[in-house]
């Protein structure tokens, strides 16, 4: 019965509704990202991909189906036939296996880069602070910021700061990356840094979920596109096949659009 | 080709008109003269204010007014982000909870309510009881002896200056982009985590500058204590005054007093808010301490080119 957990998609959503009162966000989507996958959400917006994104680490409380990472589903524990709904305290440990990166960084400006890279393991994790800093001083030198340890977030470009979320996203070693339009909010010219630094991750074999507009990233490196639409998934399927040769009218409307 | 400046005829018309209230200012203050009971004696009796300035009743007052500003503060504080916290609660009962507390202690005056802690209290429970409610009693005190005059004082200014903290943290919090909550969460920081290092160190910045009004103005108001018989700074000089009519110069002795501590507190405040406007300015203005520091650097003979000043400040401000 039980799958080896090395098999076991990192996240299955079955039917997944959600609404804001009266206006439905998401209208049963159905999606399943496997391990080390790039999965690259695409669609106008409003059309809920970045819902969804936030689901998935329960920034969001769903309203309907089942939505599962890494085997256990998002919000509650089922004991028996009943469901019950996770303590802060669990919600919070969940989320910490859940890297998260914002279209606006959200870095915390009070706070220097190096601070705001080993805030994670620090508070959350209990980590020793020297060995973090440590930590925090190689993900920056992997980003590119060796030279930005004591800066603080103003005085960085948008690209470099979001590089910083990326860098203190991975401090908590995640299993799974979300990224909600992280290049949507740069200058152009600051765009294929950030997007350099998802390349590499997702080559090292991280399972990721992008929502984005860039379509030349989603072709290159992602594993699966999926078009979303009005709260639905409209296709899914090879980036490739997706992008330059849709089945759907919604989705060859849309590329018209963007591309 | 020479260039000639534009005048500015109406800043000298000003100037001269601020000059001589000045002189006026300083002639009535120092150098005027009147009789009084038949001895021609200073206006303003400096030696008089001199000489009470540090009498020990008035010391003593200083340090019962000091006392009650730094009580009523520290506990307006704690109760303000309590209810601050409360009143952002999505729980309906806690944040009505706090918003009745605010609504009663902002809609009366604090001198009504100091004479509450001190008349009312007493009347209405003549002991009170530490125990299980409408169960046994453990200890029982008796009201007059557990709430003296001070402690009435202390708590009316306290729970009173709760009430306005509230809504100045409440405003802090709100002021904080939620995008930093949300980050906090995907850390898996906890909701106390998210408070304590995200968001509460964001606020000080909003905080920081209606606080310190607060305290300036608490210190002011601890001196309506003096009607329910808390012997305070004005208290203190009120009673010298009563028994050697000297009521002028005690109320300017009262003045000074309270006018030392305001700047003290003016000047600790510029500082905390430089402290917390850390991350939100690029380059922090340097202070009027660092400002005399150049000044006095840069006087000797030669000046200095404006190029090389400008790098200077930069340098001075990146400390």
Not at chain 1, 233 to 254: A, C, M, N, W, Y
Not at chain 2, 8 to 20: E, K, M
Not at chain 2, 170 to 191: P, T
Request: hydrophobic share 45%.
């Amino acid at each position: 019965m039980t799958v080896p957990a090395d098999t076991r998609p990192m996240v299955e959503a079955r039917g997944v509704h959600k609404a804001y009162g009266r206006l439905e966000v998401l209208k049963g989507i159905d999606m399943t990202v496997g391990r080390g996958e790039v999965l690259c959400l695409i669609g106008p917006s409003g059309s809920g991909k970045s819902t969804f994104l936030r689901c998935i680490n329960h920034l969001e409380k769903i309203d309907g189906g089942e939505l599962c990472v890494d085997g256990e589903l998002v919000g509650y524990r089922e004991v028996g036939n009943r469901l019950y709904e996770l303590k802060d305290r669990e919600v919070c440990a969940k989320r910490a296996e859940i890297g998260m990166v914002f279209q606006r960084f959200n870095l915390f400006p009070h706070m220097s880069v190096l601070d705001n890279v080993t805030s994670g393991p620090v508070w959350v994790r209990r980590a020793a602070s020297g060995a973090s800093k440590d930590r925090a001083r190689d993900l920056l030198a992997r980003v590119g910021l060796a030279d930005k340890v004591s800066s603080y977030p103003n005085q960085l470009s948008g690209g470099q700061q979001q590089r910083v979320a990326i860098a203190r996203a991975l401090a908590m070693d995640p299993k799974l990356m979300l990224f909600d339009e992280p290049t949507s909010a740069l200058d152009p010219e600051l765009v294929g840094d950030v997007l350099d630094v998802m390349r590499d991750l997702a080559n090292e074999g991280m399972t990721m979920i992008v929502v984005t507009h860039e379509m030349g990233f989603a072709r290159e490196v992602g594993d699966t596109a999926v078009f979303m639409d009005g709260g639905v998934v409209i296709e899914q399927g090879d980036p490739t096949q997706v992008l330059t040769d849709p089945k759907h009218e919604r989705t060859r409307s849309f590329l018209a659009k963007v591309l | 080709m020479t260039i000639v400046p534009v005048r500015h005829p109406w800043r000298w018309v000003a100037s001269v008109v601020i000059l001589i209230f000045v002189a006026m200012l300083v002639n009535t203050l120092l150098f005027s003269h009147v009789v009084r009971g038949g001895v021609r004696e200073g206006r303003f009796q400096w030696g008089v204010v001199g000489h009470y300035l540090f009498v020990t009743p008035v010391l003593r007052g200083i340090e019962v007014t000091l006392e009650l500003t730094v009580i009523a503060m520290i506990a307006g504080v704690v109760i303000g982000i309590l209810l601050a916290v409360m009143r952002l609660s999505p729980s309906r009962l806690l944040s009505g909870a706090a918003w009745v507390y605010i609504w009663f202690f902002r809609g009366t005056p604090v001198l009504v309510q100091l004479f509450f802690w001190y008349l009312g209290i007493a009347y209405l429970y003549q002991h009170l009881t530490l125990g299980v409610p409408f169960g046994p009693a453990l200890v029982t005190f008796n009201s007059n002896t557990l709430i003296t005059t001070f402690v009435a004082g202390a708590l009316g200014l306290s729970f009173n200056e709760g009430a306005y903290m509230a809504e100045i943290v409440r405003a802090g919090i709100i002021s904080v982009d939620e995008g930093q909550s949300e980050a906090a969460a995907s850390l898996g920081m906890s909701k106390r985590q998210m408070l304590r290092r995200i968001i509460l160190p964001q606020a000080m910045r909003v905080i920081i500058p209606p606080t310190g009004n607060e305290t300036i103005s608490m210190l002011k108001t601890t001196s309506l204590v003096s009607t329910i018989a808390v012997v305070d700074l004005f208290q203190a000089t009120q009673s010298i005054a009563s028994t050697t009519y000297q009521v002028v110069p005690l109320l300017m002795v009262a003045s000074l007093w309270y006018l030392l501590f305001t700047s003290i507190m003016t000047i600790g405040q510029y500082y905390v808010e430089r402290y917390y406007a850390r991350g939100s300015a690029r380059q922090l203005p340097p202070t009027p301490l660092q400002r005399l520091r150049q000044a006095l650097r840069r006087t000797p003979s030669t000046p200095v080119p404006a190029l090389v000043t400008d790098t200077s400040i930069h340098h001075e401000g990146a400390m």
